[in-house]
T-cell receptor, first 113, second 118 residues
């Protein structure tokens, strides 16, 4: 157990729908990162939050949004889902800003039918 | 833009063979970190090593060793006496440490699927 908790583990939904993926970071970690792993794009950085504030953005679609709450858990919202959004979504956390060893959660596998 | 290339898509070896996974990177930054992560069949990503761009010392950890050569922009990973449990996808990754705001923004290679047969 890495200490990073992601729910749900698996999610099957239809095109056009909206889903929310949840992440609880390791105890004490202030930074949360979201990554997408797909067959065609590989592992891609989506977005980073540090102590509730957005700190870095990657290849995140406009249909996707995220936030980090005061208790430091984070949610990734995916809307108007398309078949191509099917992927494994990882959350990772790390401690202080200078320590960029990420601890990854087990991932949430999203299947869009 | 940063880029990480793992030229070997798949490697298949027999148990006890040594195997080297290649990683070549591109970056304009003078300071950066390099990483290797392992993704076993269960799917999670497991951190193996982080190397600072200023530290070109090779590292050995048990059956694992890493060879960092800045001159060739390579950070290769060798597993000695491979075991079936080493079967996984291995990712090389790069992050810049300049600016202080993009820590954890890793650029991953495409991964190398390692299969170790008994």
């Amino acid at each position: 157990d890495s200490g990073v908790t992601q729910t749900p583990k698996h999610l099957i939904t239809a095109t056009g729908q909206r889903v929310t993926l949840r992440c609880s970071p390791r105890s004490g970690d202030l930074s949360v990162y979201w990554y997408q792993q797909s067959l065609d794009q590989g592992l891609q950085f989506l977005i980073q939050y540090y102590n509730g504030e957005e700190r870095a953005k990657g290849n995140i679609l406009e249909r996707f949004s995220a936030q980090q709450f005061p208790d430091l858990h984070s949610e990734l919202n995916l809307s108007s889902l398309e078949l191509g959004d099917s992927a494994l979504y990882f959350c990772a956390s790390s401690g202080v800003m200078g320590a960029n060893v990420l601890t990854f959660g087990a991932g949430s596998r999203l299947t869009v039918l | 833009a940063q880029k990480v290339t793992q030229a070997q898509t798949e490697i298949s070896v027999v148990e006890k063979e040594d195997v080297t996974l290649d990683c070549v990177y591109e970056t304009r930054d003078t300071t950066y970190y390099l990483f290797w992560y392992k993704q076993p069949p269960s799917g999670e990503l497991v951190f193996l090593i982080r190397r600072n761009s200023f530290d070109e010392q090779n590292e050995i950890s048990g059956r694992y060793s890493w060879n960092f050569q800045k001159s060739t922009s390579s950070f290769n990973f060798t597993i000695t006496a491979s075991q079936v449990v080493d079967s996984a996808v291995y990712f090389c990754a790069l992050s810049d440490i300049a600016g202080g705001t993009s820590y954890g923004k890793l650029t991953f290679g495409q991964g190398t699927i390692l299969t170790v047969h008994p």
